[in-house]
């Protein structure tokens, strides 16, 4: 079992920055990659952006050049930096882990695992 706790949602003026950060515990799993995904409503959950554990990152095009996706491995701490944020921004984001067990009978079985998503608002 993996659990992912968020922080650092919160209501900003356009234009301004926010700082996501999800921290992953438990026992006997790896990390394969880490993600943040949101959903406003009336909308489906999208991805927002994803970073593998060999720093592979990959971006929402309604992001790109505003967000910034970063881990800290040691920590098994994933960070979504976000700046420039507009409204359209507005939603509650999740972060994802996906990970596989790492030891006993069920090694290199896959598990998606969902934080309890923070929300994130930006007023024009």
């Known amino acids: 079992q993996v659990q992912l706790v968020e922080s650092g949602g919160g209501l900003v003026q356009s234009g301004e920055s926010l700082r996501l950060s999800c921290a992953a515990s438990g026992s006997r799993f790896s990390i394969n990659a880490m993600g943040w995904y949101r959903q406003a409503p009336g909308n489906q959950r999208e991805l927002v952006a994803r970073i593998t554990s060999g720093g592979s990152t990959n971006y929402a095009d309604s992001v790109k050049g505003r967000f910034t996706i970063s881990r800290d491995n040691a920590r098994s701490t994933v960070y979504l930096q976000m700046n420039s944020l507009k409204p359209e921004d507005t939603a509650v984001y999740y972060c994802?882990?996906?990970?596989?067990?790492?030891?006993?009978?069920?090694?290199?079985?896959?598990?998606?695992?969902w934080g309890q998503g923070t929300q994130v608002t930006v007023s024009s």
């Open positions: 994802n882990a996906e990970t596989s067990v790492s030891s006993g009978w069920a090694i290199g079985k896959e598990y998606d695992y």
